[in-house]
């Protein structure tokens, strides 16, 4: 194996699977099928997931482009360990009201430690 330097070296990471974690907090599953020189991502058949306790759940996205500066972290998903996972998927509607509800006590307990 050659070394690559820069984005150059994602070229053989094109068409696997990618987690995306996003500056924003987002995570994006997907498989990467582009990346140019300012690593700026074409991602296919996407997902958004969110995570609260142990609970997760995919919100489908379809074709995502990322630009580059608002990648924290890439990573490559080993499809024969995707489903060793101890967490629960759950349902669009309950990961979102559950989000809602941690987001909810977060800023509350934010509001009593200002008082």
Same mark, same amino acid.
């Given at each position: 194996m050659n070394y690559m330097p820069g984005t150059a070296s994602l070229i053989e +990471?094109? +068409? &696997?699977? $990618? %987690? /995306?974690?996003?500056? +924003?907090?987002?995570? %994006?599953?997907?498989?990467?099928?582009?990346?140019d020189q300012f690593a700026n991502? /074409?991602?296919?058949?996407? /997902?958004?997931?969110?995570?609260?306790?142990? &609970?997760?759940g995919d919100i489908p996205r379809g074709i995502f482009i990322v630009r580059g500066e608002n990648v924290v972290l890439l990573g490559e998903i080993d499809l024969e360990k995707e489903c060793d996972t101890e967490l629960q998927q759950v349902s669009i509607e309950e990961?979102?009201?559950?989000?809602?509800? $941690?987001?909810?006590? &977060?800023?509350?307990a934010e509001k009593a430690k200002l008082q």
């Open positions: +990471d094109i +068409d &696997k699977k $990618h %987690l /995306v974690l996003l500056r +924003d907090g987002r995570t %994006l599953i997907g498989f990467l099928r582009s990346i991502l /074409v991602l296919h058949q996407t /997902v958004e997931r969110i995570h609260v306790g142990k &609970k997760y990961i979102l009201e559950e989000q809602r509800a $941690h987001q909810q006590a &977060k800023q509350e």
